[in-house]
T-cell receptor
């Protein structure tokens, strides 16, 4: 039930764009995105709910295709601070009680 | 507002011992989740507590247990430690019941089992 993330890693130059995908074989209720920098705790980026509701903190956009059970995170005009490992976490139902199934992560390196 | 705190930050134990990790959620948060993070398995859900009750549990053996106190602080215990238990243990707190809102992660406890 673990979602599959792609790509595993991406190297960008400042200002370039990238897309990180998260796919599930099961129907999803929500998709969560977190970024973790080396030696630090994961930090919440965005949550996308079935039905179209979204909540996020940063200027990073994402989409949730409910039919395909797939979410994509868009890194636009990347900045050095975008470097880190990005994880998607998925919930199957509304009462999953925090049981987020996380993908293996996508390592993003942004270079000057 | 203080963030999620975890103690201790680092721990070294030997096989067969047991260990207790502590997590203090953000003030007002009643939900605490625990995750194990390893290079091989990634982030794996251990369990979640809400209002002192375990609401969900991941696929871990019974050696992993936890509890939550009335002030929402949570502890997890691992008995009869194995080498494979070496990992970063993260706790996360949330203010809401599911449907899930954002979770705030603590810095983690790095457990090394020798």
């Amino acid at each position: 039930q673990q979602p599959v993330q792609s790509p595993q890693a991406v190297i960008l130059r400042e200002g370039e764009d990238a897309v990180i995908n998260c796919s599930s074989s099961k129907a999803l209720y929500s998709v969560h995105w977190y970024r973790q920098k080396h030696g630090e705790a994961p930090v919440f980026l965005m949550i996308l709910l079935k039905g179209g509701e979204q909540k996020g903190h940063e200027k990073i956009s994402a989409s949730f295709n409910e039919k395909k059970q797939q979410s994509s995170l868009y890194l636009t005009a990347s900045q050095l601070s975008y470097s880190g490992t990005y994880f998607c976490g998925t919930e199957m139902t509304t009462d999953s009680w925090g049981k987020l199934q996380f993908g293996a992560g996508t390592q993003v390196v942004v270079t000057p | 507002k203080a963030g999620v705190t975890q103690t201790p930050r680092y721990l070294i134990k030997t096989r067969g011992q047991q260990v207790t990790l502590s997590c203090s959620p953000i003030s007002g948060h009643r939900s605490v989740s625990w995750y194990q993070q390893t290079p091989g398995q990634g982030l794996q859900f251990l369990f979640e507590y809400f209002s002192e009750t375990q609401r969900n549990k991941g696929n871990f053996p019974g050696r992993f247990s936890g509890r939550q106190f009335s002030n929402s602080r949570s502890e997890m215990n691992v008995s009869t430690l194995e080498l494979g238990d070496s990992a970063l243990y993260l706790c996360a707190s949330s203010s809401k019941r599911p449907p899930r809102d954002e979770q705030f992660f603590g810095p983690g406890t790095r457990l090394t089992v020798l």
